[in-house]
Nanobody, 119 residues
Framework: QVQLVESGGGLVQAGGSLRLSCAAS????????MGWFRQAPGKEREFVAA????????NYADSVKSRFTIARDNVKKMVYLQMAGVTVEDTALYYC????????????WGQGTQVTVSS
């Protein structure tokens, strides 16, 4: 089992940068693929980025590709989302999630951290 706590959200101007962090607890963190998702007001939750348990493979939503970077540190049990060139469309509650390798679903979620982009 994994517990996830996000941090780093806040208010940022359009065009600016922000780094989100996700702290994980649990002994088997390195056996989880990790992802970031977001949910804007009135919209469904959507996938943002993911990194494999080996840190060898990353995947991004088209809307954030080339602007956001996901990374993980298995020693520190941390996952990061570096956001650059943000736009007002990036305003959302951002969630960290964990997918145990081989299960195909994200079973563990954090509480989320709010990102608000001002124009």
């Amino acid at each position: 089992q994994v517990q996830l706590v996000e941090s780093g959200g806040g208010l940022v101007q359009a065009g600016g940068s922000l780094r989100l962090s996700c702290a994980a607890s649990g002994r088997t963190f390195s056996r989880y693929n990790m992802g970031w998702f977001r949910q804007a007001p009135g919209k469904e939750r959507e996938f943002v980025a993911a990194v494999s348990w080996t840190d060898a493979i990353t995947n991004y939503a088209d809307s954030v590709k080339s602007r956001f970077t996901i990374a993980r540190d298995n020693v520190k049990k941390m996952v990061y989302l570096q956001m650059a060139g943000v736009t007002v469309e990036d305003t959302a509650l951002y969630y960290c999630a964990a997918n145990l390798v081989g299960t195909g679903t994200y079973d563990y979620w954090g509480q989320g951290t709010q990102v608000t982009v001002s124009s």
